[in-house]
């Protein structure tokens, strides 16, 4: 056995201390198959050069403005595989969907029927919700935290347009579930390509792009934290969404209301579990 044939073998027998038993499971497998990626593909030295400086710059494009990292987790389908494999139990419950890399944390707490437009032109738009368990139980109490891109497809801490937490706000539900609030409609908008995941998207010739949408966080104690997304129905990139988002059952029907504007409603089912609060990508 050759030094190429070994080195795996040597590296895992070096990580088996490792107290922690999920570690140490987890970093072998991640070993092994970074080595027979490595073999299989036969990747030169100048490739893996090219891999190291692309995975520093991620970090170097990173900052207040947006997440390279969660953006490149999100282009290669890893966070929804992961989404998928960790909330998906079909048992009625309403479909998970990224967290994406524009979340912050502490947005107000606002009013029933506040708006969260609070300096932004654009279609008026009203939406409203219902909040159960998988038995048909209301959800009360339950914190609804909800952000969106604004009508030119931009979130407020990249646009110095906007205001501080502008499109964001957190709504907490009544005896029956129920929520509501007032907003403008969102516009679908490319995903940053100033930095090294548009490179990769250029050199794939695919296309930036994300179907218009609004986030929704769900967090009530007894529940698994729900995190999802609803999109437009009518938008031309519902069924080619850039970071593999899309579900059939979370494209939301938007209708004129008759006032010039627009009105969505959407009801959302828990599961039982632990509420749990993510790491926010963004300060």
């Known amino acids: 056995m050759n030094g190429a044939d070994s080195v795996t073998a040597i590296v895992s027998k070096a990580m088996a201390r490792t107290p922690d038993p999920r570690l140490r499971e987890v970093m072998d497998a991640l070993v092994r198959h970074l080595h027979a990626f490595v073999r299989e593909m036969k990747i030169t030295e100048e490739e893996f050069e090219r891999a190291l400086d692309f995975l520093v710059r991620l970090g170097q494009a990173s900052g207040p403005e947006k997440n ?12 929804t595989l992961v989404m998928m494999l960790n909330n998906s139990q079909g048992r009625g419950e309403t479909d998970s969907a990224l967290l994406g890399p524009f979340w912050r944390a502490g947005s107000p707490m606002c009013r029933p029927g506040e708006s969260i437009s609070r300096d932004t032109k654009g279609e008026p738009l009203e939406v409203k919700g219902r909040v159960t368990g998988i038995d048909g139980t209301p959800v009360t109490g339950a914190i609804v ?15 110095p347009e906007q205001p501080d937490r502008n499109l964001r706000g957190r709504f907490e ?21 100033d930095g090294p995941c548009g490179e990769m998207l250029r050199a794939q010739d695919r296309h930036p792009f994300r179907p218009a949408h609004i986030h929704f966080m769900i ?34 029907h938007y209708e ?28």
């Not at 935290?145 to 646009?159: C, I, T």
């Open 145 to 159: 935290d909800v952000w969106q891109a604004s009508p030119v497809g931009l979130y407020e801490n990249q646009d």
């Open 219 to 252: 967090l009530k104690e007894g529940f698994r934290t729900l995190i999802t997304q609803v999109f437009a129905n009518d938008d031309d990139c519902i069924a080619a969404d850039v970071v593999f988002g899309v579900t059939p059952a979370l494209s939301g």
């Open 173 to 193: 539900t009544d005896g029956d579930g129920r929520f509501h609030f007032r907003t403008v409609r969102p516009a679908g908008y490319p995903v940053p390509v």
């Open 256 to 283: 004129r209301d008759g006032k010039g504007g627009w009105r969505l409603e959407y009801d959302f089912v828990m599961q039982p579990g632990t509420r749990r609060i993510p790491k926010p990508p963004l300060p």
């Open 68 to 79: 390279e990292v969660i953006l490149l987790s999100d282009l290669l389908g890893l966070s």
